[in-house]
């Protein structure tokens, strides 16, 4: 068996009137992200993360923030369309391993929900999944709540 880790990150800074996506799920929060798509910054960088660890380029490549077909998109189905991607590859995945920097709304609440949703889009356990959640202690940008950041890490499985 062959395995591959793929490394993912994405910001987006918090604005009034949007929603907040989050892991797939909508958290009820005065701003939300600001993006060409839903601004789900944890499915972005998964996404960031598979197609890095499948040698094909990065989310902006495949979908870029200037496609009209993108504009407003529901991150999980830009999710699915890079599993399709890396499934035509040969890989699935195998794991996943994120961390979400957030000073409010408090994440690790939501997190069930987060790896409830993604596991059947990803066709993996929800034990396959982890999703932490932090904060920069007030510092940065971050702690100035003026963004959210995500990091994840992507294990891709193909057999031989």
């Not at 880790?5 to 987006?12: K, P």
């Not at 009137?17 to 939300?32: F, P, S, T, V």
């Not at 094909?56 to 993108?70: K, L, N, Q, S, V």
Request: glycine share 12%; charged share 25%.
């Amino acid at each position: 068996m062959k395995i591959r880790v793929g490394f993912g990150f994405d910001v987006h800074r918090l604005v009034e009137g949007r929603q907040l996506w989050m892991g797939g799920i909508k958290i009820d929060h005065a701003m939300g992200l600001l993006g060409h798509s839903d601004a789900d910054v944890l499915i972005h960088a998964i996404c960031d993360a598979m197609l890095g660890a499948a040698s094909m380029r990065d989310i902006g490549y495949h979908f870029p923030d200037t496609a009209a077909e993108t504009d407003g998109i529901d991150s999980k189905v830009l999710l699915a369309e890079t599993l399709r991607l890396v499934a035509s590859k040969g890989y699935s995945v195998g794991n996943i391993d994120a961390t979400i920097c957030a000073e409010r709304p408090k994440m690790n609440p939501h997190i069930p929900a987060m790896k409830a949703c993604l596991a059947p889009i990803l066709g993996i356990g929800e034990d396959d999944i982890s999703i932490k959640a932090t904060t920069t202690e007030r510092l940065g940008f971050t702690g100035r709540e003026e963004g959210i950041s995500a990091y994840a890490v992507v294990l891709l499985c193909k057999g031989e």
